[in-house]
């Protein structure tokens, strides 16, 4: 009943990111998610969700010195992927792939082998959990010269960056408001390095111009299936780790040689 329940769980986290493993399952659904913080209305949207990939993205940001309203939408022949998502259900798939890759008869001839795929099978949990749990760090020209800026329509002003991943069951967007630093302000200058989220005051160089960041805007929203995937990816560890533990107990009893 463990082993079953062990190969389920893997099965069960990988339904929950809704992306088709092959043509005969169509197309993944859309799903809109509304973007809004209770008394901020400085930035104001609804993301639609595709499996791994963001289809449309609709923003209205109020600029706060002027108080334009700008608003921004994808370019229809654009999508952005989340890499994060697309790189989690690859390690999933790659843990029910050790899983199932036997012949149905097979038997395991010892308990060394057993712990050696449940290594396997918990090392790409693990990894496929962490990607989602663990955003990537990036530096602000990273940021600037990331393909993000040139999903919009109309294009994003230069002194506004964007953002988009995933945090556990979240998925965030950042939005960046900058200020060219002049040559006379410069002399004080200290690039900022590689963070998942900058603070106002970051500084950063690019394309020949240094700008520091002045206001940062950071919307998220639930994913509901994320968060289905997270518990999926613990119970599993939890199961495989009982199964090596019972594994571990008969081996030692097996081994045991009375004198």
């Not at 493993?21 to 998610?33: D, V």
């Not at 090392?123 to 010269?145: C, D, G, K, M, V």
């Not at 518990?231 to 571990?248: A, P, Y």
Request: proline share 5%; net charge positive; with cysteine.
């Amino acid at each position: 009943m463990l082993w079953k329940d062990t190969w389920k769980q893997p099965g069960e986290a990988s339904h929950r990111f809704a992306l088709p493993a092959g043509g005969s399952e169509g197309a993944a659904k859309q799903e809109n998610f509304v973007l809004s913080v209770a008394g901020m209305d400085q930035v104001k949207g609804v993301l639609t969700l595709q499996g791994d990939a963001l289809c449309q993205a609709d923003l209205n940001l109020k600029m706060p010195r002027s108080n334009q309203l700008l608003h921004f939408t994808f370019r229809e022949d654009k999508q952005w992927k989340l890499q994060q998502i697309q790189d989690a259900r690859n390690h999933v798939n790659q843990a029910i792939y050790l899983l199932m890759n036997r012949d149905v008869n097979y038997h395991f001839k010892t308990g060394s082998e057993v712990l050696k795929l449940m290594d396997a099978v918990m090392l790409q949990l693990s990894r496929a959990r962490n990607r989602l749990t663990t955003p990537a760090t990036l530096t602000l020209p990273e940021i600037a010269s990331s393909g993000l800026t040139k999903m919009f329509s109309p294009a994003l002003p230069p002194d506004i960056l964007v953002n988009f991943y995933i945090n556990l069951n979240k998925l965030c967007l950042t939005v960046y408001q900058l200020h060219v630093l002049q040559p006379s302000t410069t002399k004080n200058f200290k690039p900022a390095g590689g963070s998942i989220l900058h603070n106002p005051g970051a500084m950063f160089e690019f394309g020949n111009q240094r700008y520091e960041v002045s206001h940062v805007h950071k919307m998220e929203c639930v994913v509901p299936w994320l968060n289905d995937a997270l518990v999926f990816f613990t119970v599993s560890l939890q199961l495989c780790q009982q199964l090596k533990d019972k594994i571990s107990v008969f081996s030692s009893y097996w081994n045991y040689k009375p004198y």
